[in-house]
C-alpha cells in the first residue's frame, strides 16, 4: 500500500552553455556506491522496473548548474518556463547522455550519472552534497528511457521540490510552478499515450535554499501506478 509520501528579488542569469562535453568512459561505479550510498546505487545494465507504486527509480542526473536564488518565492510561471527552456539541454548529442559524459554550462564542468535512488523520491539534495556540489541555488537535469509492452494511455503524475518542468518524447506535458514542497502525484498530466517500446523522460527541477528532490510516475485512470514498463538509461 502507499503510505504518506509527503516530504519534508536577486537578479540573475544562466550563462550561455557551452557544450564542450567529451566522453570519458562509465563514470567510476566504485565512487558512486561510496559516496552516494544510501541514497543511490550505480544503475546495472539490466532494465529496471518502476516500484510497487509505479514511481521510476533509475534516473541520469547531471551534476547541479550553479543557479542563485535567495528565495523560491520568485518561481513564478513565467520566471520557471524563461529559465528552465531558455537553453538546451546539457547533452553532446541529440539523444540522451551517457553516464560519465560531461559538458560545460556556464564554464563549470558537469558530469552525468546513471543511477538507481534507494526511495520513491530522489533526493537530489544528497546527491549534490555526497559529490561536494552546490546544493542551493541550483538547476538539475534528469532522464531516463521507458519501453512500454504496448500503447498505452496513462497520465503523469510528478511531486518536486521546488519547481520542474517535465517532457514526454519531447512534448512538455507537466509542469510544477511556485515555491513548493514535494509532494507525490503534486500535479497530473492530461491523458497522454506511452507509445510501444522507447519513450524518453526529460525533466528540470529548479530550487533556491532547502532541499531539492521529486518523484515520477505514471497512473491509469484509476489513480495506480503502472508498473510493467522496463527503464532504462540507454
Aim: hydrophobic residues 40%; positive net charge; proline residues 5%.
Amino acid at each position: 500500500m502507499i503510505a504518506s509520501k509527503a516530504i519534508s528579488h536577486v537578479r540573475c542569469c544562466l550563462a550561455p552553455l557551452v557544450l564542450l562535453g567529451t566522453m570519458q568512459g562509465v563514470a567510476s561505479a566504485a565512487e558512486s556506491a561510496g559516496t552516494l550510498a544510501p541514497y543511490f546505487t550505480p544503475a546495472g545494465r539490466a532494465p529496471a522496473r518502476p516500484d510497487a507504486d509505479g514511481f521510476i527509480r533509475r534516473w541520469l542526473i547531471l551534476e547541479p548548474i550553479t543557479k542563485p536564488n535567495r528565495t523560491n518565492t520568485v518561481f513564478t510561471g513565467s520566471y520557471v518556463r524563461k529559465t528552465l527552456t531558455a537553453y538546451p539541454f546539457p547533452t553532446q548529442t541529440n539523444g540522451l547522455p551517457r553516464a560519465g559524459e560531461t559538458v560545460t554550462v556556464g564554464g563549470q564542468t558537469l558530469a552525468w550519472h546513471a543511477l538507481d535512488s534507494s526511495a520513491f523520491d530522489v533526493k537530489l539534495f544528497n546527491f549534490a552534497q555526497s559529490l561536494g556540489k552546490t546544493k542551493y541555488g541550483v538547476i538539475f537535469h534528469v532522464a531516463t528511457v521507458v519501453d512500454s509492452p504496448r500503447d498505452m494511455e496513462v497520465r503523469m503524475a510528478v511531486g518536486s521540490n521546488s519547481a520542474s518542468m517535465w517532457w514526454v518524447n519531447g512534448v512538455e506535458t507537466v509542469v510544477l510552478f511556485n515555491d513548493r514542497r514535494m509532494v507525490m502525484d503534486d500535479v497530473v498530466s492530461r491523458r497522454i499515450t506511452l507509445k510501444k517500446g522507447r519513450n524518453t523522460i526529460r525533466g528540470a527541477i529548479i530550487n533556491g535554499p532547502g532541499l531539492s528532490d521529486y518523484c515520477v510516475r505514471f497512473i491509469d485512470e484509476a489513480g495506480r501506478g503502472i508498473t510493467d514498463l522496463a527503464v532504462t538509461t540507454l
